[in-house]
Each structure stands twice: as structure tokens, then as C-alpha cells.
């Protein structure tokens, strides 16, 4: 079965400090992978997506970066966090053959920058 | 651009009783998939229902059922019988049958349970 894993579960690091997030994908080959945030009593916002070994789609202009070194791994980088950078971040893989396919996701991180 | 509109950000209903969370949405496309995700305080996203456009038939899993208006652009969740551990944020969400593969996302409705 496929599982993905997600880590660290929590970070608090200070403001103008690097941040790298790391999401891999386990028991599936070619996904799709998308990076998520979610601040504060709000909805999801799609921050990047890849179809590929480093094909990497951005969706907000911002302080992130998103790369994918490998097929099933997925980081979200930073240089330098700002405090607007807190939330919780989730990171989803999807079976790309399958046309009906939901997204699954991993446990999150729950990031405050201070 | 294709929107996702949930409006109600909360809502209760006693335990064994039924509840229905709305969701309409906004696209140009005709081949599109419609999800209803759930997240409970542990914040995992869990999926709940899946609906494909093209199917006139409305999706059922177990105590959850959708309401699919395709012309009316609607997607409403119905939980029957509902159970404490049905407490959560739930999300409804959009995703183009195209070749961007992106799922977009409501705001979300708070569901409390009463028992």
C-alpha cells in the first residue's frame, strides 16, 4: 500500500532563518506531488505542484520554493522565513494514471515563525 | 479560474440526526472531479466522497451521500445518522479533469455534533 510521510511534525524557527520541509512517497511510482498551506481557520491554498523529477509548478508568487530531487520526494524550501510564513503545511501525492484519483495527504507540519 | 464557494463556515446538528453542508462552484470546464475532504482536530485530510461530472448518479458512502446539481453548479454533502466522531472541519474541493491536475479548495465548514 502507499503511505507518505511527512516530517518534522512541528517547527518553530526565528525570522530570517532557512527552512526545508521534506515530503516522500512510498508504494507508487510517477506521482503527482503538491505542497499546501493552510493558515489559521482558512481553507487550503495550493502553493506548488510537480509532475515530475523537477517539474515544478508555482501557484502563489512568495518566500518559498518547492523542488523535486527525486520521484517520490518533495521539499519546501525557504532562504528566509517570514513571520507571514506560519501554518500548517501539508504536503499530497496523487495517482497520476488514475483519472479519478483524490489527492492524499500526508500529517502535516505545523510551522511558527517568530 | 474555477472557484470553490463554501457558506456556511459552521454548523451543528445533534447526534443521529442529519446534516447537509453546501458547496457550489464556479468553471467553465465539463470534465471535472468534486471531492468532500474531512479534517479533524489531529488535522489530517481524510477523504470523504468522491464525484466524477460526467456521473448523473450521486455518490454514496455509507452514512455520506452528495447532492450533485451539475447545472446549478452545487455539491452538497448529506451525513446521515450522525456520530460524535463526525466532528471536524470539512472541505469541499474541485479538481479539472485537464491536464493541471490541481485541487482547489473551499473554506471549509465547522461541523459540531451535539450528543
Known amino acids: 500500500s502507499q503511505t507518505i510521510h511527512q516530517w518534522p511534525a512541528t517547527l518553530v524557527q526565528p525570522v530570517g532563518s532557512p527552512l526545508s520541509l521534506e515530503c516522500t512517497v512510498e508504494?507508487?511510482?510517477?506521482?503527482?506531488l503538491y505542497w499546501y498551506r493552510q493558515a489559521a481557520g482558512r481553507g487550503l491554498q495550493l502553493l506548488f505542484y510537480?509532475?515530475?523529477?523537477?517539474?515544478i509548478s508555482s501557484e502563489v508568487p512568495q518566500n518559498l520554493s518547492a523542488s523535486r530531487p527525486q520521484d517520490r520526494q518533495f521539499i519546501l524550501s525557504s532562504k528566509k522565513l517570514l513571520l507571514s510564513d506560519s501554518g500548517f503545511y501539508l504536503c499530497?501525492?496523487?495517482?497520476?494514471?488514475?483519472?479519478?484519483?483524490?489527492?492524499?495527504f500526508g500529517n502535516g507540519t505545523r510551522l511558527t515563525v517568530t | 479560474a474555477q472557484t470553490v464557494t463554501q457558506s456556511q463556515p459552521e454548523m451543528s446538528v445533534q447526534e443521529a440526526e442529519t446534516v447537509t453542508l453546501s458547496c457550489t462552484y464556479d468553471?467553465?470546464?465539463?470534465?471535472?472531479?468534486l471531492f468532500w475532504y474531512k479534517q479533524p482536530p489531529s488535522r489530517q485530510m481524510i477523504l470523504v466522497i468522491r464525484?466524477?461530472?460526467?456521473?448523473?448518479q450521486n455518490a454514496t458512502e455509507n452514512r455520506f451521500s452528495v447532492n450533485f446539481q451539475k447545472a446549478a453548479k452545487s455539491f452538497s454533502l448529506k451525513i446521515s445518522d450522525s456520530q460524535l466522531g463526525d466532528a471536524a472541519m470539512y472541505f469541499c474541493?474541485?479538481?479539472?479533469?485537464?491536464?493541471?491536475?490541481?485541487?482547489?479548495f473551499g473554506t471549509g465548514t465547522l461541523l459540531a455534533v451535539q450528543p
Open positions: 508504494g507508487t511510482s510517477n506521482p503527482n
Open positions: 510537480s509532475v515530475g523529477i523537477g517539474q
Open positions: 474541493a474541485y479538481r479539472s479533469g485537464g491536464a493541471t491536475n490541481k485541487l482547489i
Open positions: 468553471t467553465s470546464e465539463s470534465d471535472y472531479y
Open positions: 499530497a501525492w496523487r495517482a497520476r494514471d488514475l483519472y479519478n484519483s483524490p489527492l492524499h
Open positions: 464525484q466524477e461530472a460526467y456521473k448523473q
